[in-house]
C-alpha cells in the first residue's frame, strides 16, 4: 500500500510541474475582432457594396448591394478563421512581431507548427502603434489551404478595418485548370 500511495504522489507531483513549466500562450483573437467589426457595420448607415472578380480580371463582372442584415453572412470566412485565444488551437501555432518601417506598422504572424496538419496556414494582423490613443490593429491576412484528392481549395483572405474586406477563392480539381473567383465587399470606402 505504501508503495502504492509512493507512486501516485509522485506522478501528481511530476504532473503538478509539467503544468507549470509550460506557460499557456495567449494569442490574440481575430475572430473577436471580425465580430466587432460586423456589429458595427450592423448597426450602421453605410452603403455596402460588393464587387465579384473572375479569374484575373480587373474589371468585377458582378456588382451587388448587400442590406446591413447579410453582412455578417458575408463576413462567413472570417468569423470562421480559427480562434487562436483557445489554448487547445494556440499550442499549435508560433508567433512571431516584427515592426516594418515603411508601413510603420508591427505585424503580428501566426504559423502553424506543423504546417502539414493545418488547414489555416497563417494568420497576421498589422498593428498601428500610437502612444497617445494605443495601439489599432488596421489590417488582418489570413490564408488557408486544404488539398486533398478531390482537389485544391486555397482561400486568401484580406480584412481592412472600419473599410473593406476582400476574400480570394483558388479551387482547383484534378486535371483541371484553377478557377479564381475574388469578392470584395466595401461599406465605409468606396474610393478603391
Known sequence: ??????????????????????PSK???????LIQEQVTHVDSSLYAI??????????????????????????AT???????????????RFTEQNRYDPLLERVIITYTPIKPNEEDWQKQELMVKPDP????????????????NRNGLLQVELLWLFDRSF???QTTQAPGKDPVIITYKVIWNDHSS
Do not use: H, W
Not at 57 to 74: G, H, Q
Open 1 to 22: 500500500m505504501k508503495r502504492r500511495t509512493k507512486g501516485a504522489l509522485f506522478i501528481l507531483i511530476l504532473a503538478l510541474t509539467a503544468c507549470q513549466s509550460t
Open 26 to 32: 495567449k494569442y490574440i483573437s481575430i475572430p473577436s
Open 49 to 74: 457594396t460588393q464587387y465579384v472578380y473572375q479569374g484575373t480580371d480587373s474589371l468585377p463582372s458582378d456588382t451587388i448591394y448587400i442590406p446591413r442584415e447579410a453582412f455578417k453572412k458575408a
Open 77 to 91: 470566412e472570417f468569423l470562421s478563421i480559427l480562434d487562436l485565444s483557445l489554448p487547445s488551437n494556440a499550442k
Open 132 to 147: 497617445a490613443t494605443g495601439d489599432k490593429v488596421t489590417t488582418i491576412l489570413a490564408s488557408k489551404v486544404q488539398n
Open 166 to 168: 476582400q476574400v480570394t
